[in-house]
């Protein structure tokens, strides 16, 4: 074997690689990084990945029935008979893409991996006594950028057992028990859970897991008073970059917090909702027999869901629903918004969240959904009304949030549903009188979404506006929360120093970035259509256990 060059990791051992043609496919183990082929528009790539569990093909009894039907009927396909050629396909191989979104991990069949190009071992963890060695990183007393990902963190624990050293010879077999990642380590009560972190905070690994994070992730802002003083000298300028941030946000997913969350592997291939088909991204806790479809089928209306389409067929025969079981509140030409209580519509709400949890890899409730309200939002035609997103929303918020959990389908994302989303929730906010900001942490496609809505609203204010503005003036106007403002004015570079004190200006480039976006066609959402009182409860209805 080759010593790796060393990577960026203090005194931590360097990985050490197995030469292409030395090994087999056996010797492959969960954490090891392998070149595996990936298709792409253009035809193949020969791309990196780490491999995060392994399985047996699995058989469900669904596919199995139809394909037993199939072949009865002399109607076997080439490319199965190819597939039961290949010994090494009886394998499944769970991997994360080097330097792709977290959202893309997928299974791959075994005769993807490329044996002839060199296998990587995951490093090697170092011993209990050396951990505070002077090599190692010091606890810094402030928040200190994360080293590792989540991702990593969670999948080398898993992989400690299975992984050979560097001294294990490429002909020795480390080829663990084929089951997912959650069975390669045992669940963690919630002492052991804050034990876990603290260590890692001494190893330097991630001190921000515990969870308190800056609204848009960037760091300390300063503060100013209703007529504008300074309180608090801002940071410089040059310590925001969008362009890092993006590609941040693009390789590292997800802002999960729970270990257990991201060690959890996807169960579910594609998703059929009406007459879109869309990959899952994340796992989702729907019943294991459902697992491992080619295909889960899910009514559009009542979101149930079933393994074939002769089922789903049979049961939009009986549904009886073309809308979300909920008042609708708004209407304007063909979108409507519904209103749900998710202690009346438990069942619906319930589907809801496991069909969002395809997409979302920070939820984490599935079932409970009695405390939240659902607004849902629908496009209407002659067959009833399609959902195209929803936002969640606590009955009763101890930190003023407006929203608790916000989604776009992805068969909808990138036609400015999501903006119009987090439009309708603060006219919620604003008919409460209230300022309202959304819970963290927010994935990342949701802080960029919300990031792209608090500068096109304050900007637009400012232009509108000819009277001095304070930030007090704008939060009452827009109902966005005051930290919210000046983290996005401060990402913007709006605020100068004129005479001794901080005013907010609107430079050359801001003003033609926001002509670009004012020129771009979008929807919007018209108060007078939203027919709507905030829902008061009483105590009782308050109670939810």
């Known amino acids: 074997m080759v010593s790796a060059h060393a990577n960026n990791e203090g005194s931590q051992e360097s990985a050490s690689i197995t030469p292409g043609g030395t090994y087999t496919i056996q010797t492959v183990s969960v954490g090891c990084k392998i070149y595996i082929r990936r ?8 791309r990196l990945a ?3 569990s392994i399985r047996d093909k699995p058989v469900n009894s669904y596919t199995a029935a139809s394909a037993q039907r199939t072949n009865a009927r002399g109607g076997v396909k080439e490319e199965e008979e190819d597939a039961l050629d290949k010994p090494e396909d009886k394998w499944e191989y769970f991997v994360h893409w080097d330097q792709f979104n977290k959202r893309l991990d997928e299974w791959v069949t075994g005769s993807r991996l490329i044996l002839s190009r060199d296998l990587e071992w995951p490093r090697p963890k170092l011993p209990p006594g050396k951990k505070a060695g002077p090599g190692s990183l010091q606890k810094a007393p402030g928040k200190a950028p994360r080293s590792q990902s989540l991702l990593k963190k969670a999948t080398s624990n898993a992989a400690a057992a299975a992984s050979p050293t560097s001294a294990s010879t490429p002909g020795r077999s480390a080829f663990p028990s084929p089951s997912p990642a959650p069975s390669l380590k045992r669940k963690l009560t919630d002492d052991e859970e804050e034990e876990e972190e603290e260590e890692e905070e001494l190893e330097g690994d991630d001190v921000d897991a515990e969870g308190e994070m800056d609204v848009d992730g960037e760091g300390d802002t300063f503060e100013l008073n209703v007529n504008g003083a300074q309180v608090e000298t801002p940071p410089h300028v040059s310590s925001f970059s969008k362009e890092q941030e993006i590609e941040k946000l693009r390789t590292s997913g997800s802002m999960t917090q729970s270990i257990s969350e991201i060690a959890r592997v996807k169960n579910l291939n594609r998703l059929q909702i009406g007459k879109h088909e869309v990959e899952a991204w994340y796992f989702s806790p729907y019943p294991k027999e459902y697992a491992h479809l080619p295909v889960l089928y899910i009514c559009e209306f009542c979101l149930a869901y079933f393994p074939s389409p002769m089922m789903l067929s049979r049961h939009r025969q009986r549904c009886t629903l073309f809308h979300p079981p909920g008042n609708e509140i708004y209407r304007h ?6 209103e749900l209580d998710g202690k009346r519509q438990l069942s619906w709400c319930r589907n809801l969240s496991l069909l969002s949890k395809c997409f979302l890899d920070h939820k984490t409730l599935y079932y409970d959904v009695t405390p939240f309200m659902y607004y849902v939002m629908c496009q209407r035609d002659s067959t009833g009304c399609h959902i195209i997103g929803y936002f969640s929303k606590e009955k009763e918020s101890a930190e003023n949030y407006n929203v608790a959990c916000i989604l776009t389908l992805p068969q909808h994302q990138r036609h400015g549903f999501g903006k119009l989303l987090i439009e309708f929730s603060y006219e919620l906010s604003k008919k409460e009188g209230k300022l309202g900001s959304p819970e963290k942490p927010l994935s990342d496609l949701g802080l960029l979404g919300y990031r792209a809505y608090w500068a096109e609203v304050i900007v637009e204010l400012l232009i509108n506006t000819t009277d001095e503005l304070s930030i007090d003036d704008i939060a009452q106007k827009t109902s966005i929360t005051h930290a919210d403002i000046m983290n996005t004015c401060t990402t913007l570079q709006l605020f100068k120093h004129y ?37 008061v409860f009483t105590r009782d209805q308050l109670r939810f256990y």
Not at 39 to 46: L, R, V
Not at 333 to 338: G, L
Not at 508 to 520: D, F, G, P, S, W
């Open 39 to 46: 298709p792409t528009p253009d035809g193949e790539e020969e």
């Open 50 to 52: 780490e491999i995060l």
């Open 333 to 338: 030409q063909d979108m409507s918004v519904f």
């Open 499 to 535: 005479k001794g004190q901080h005013i907010i200006c609107l430079s050359e480039a801001v003003l033609e970035k926001h002509e670009k976006v004012r020129n771009k066609r979008r929807r919007r959402i018209y108060a007078d259509n939203l027919i709507w009182k905030p829902p």
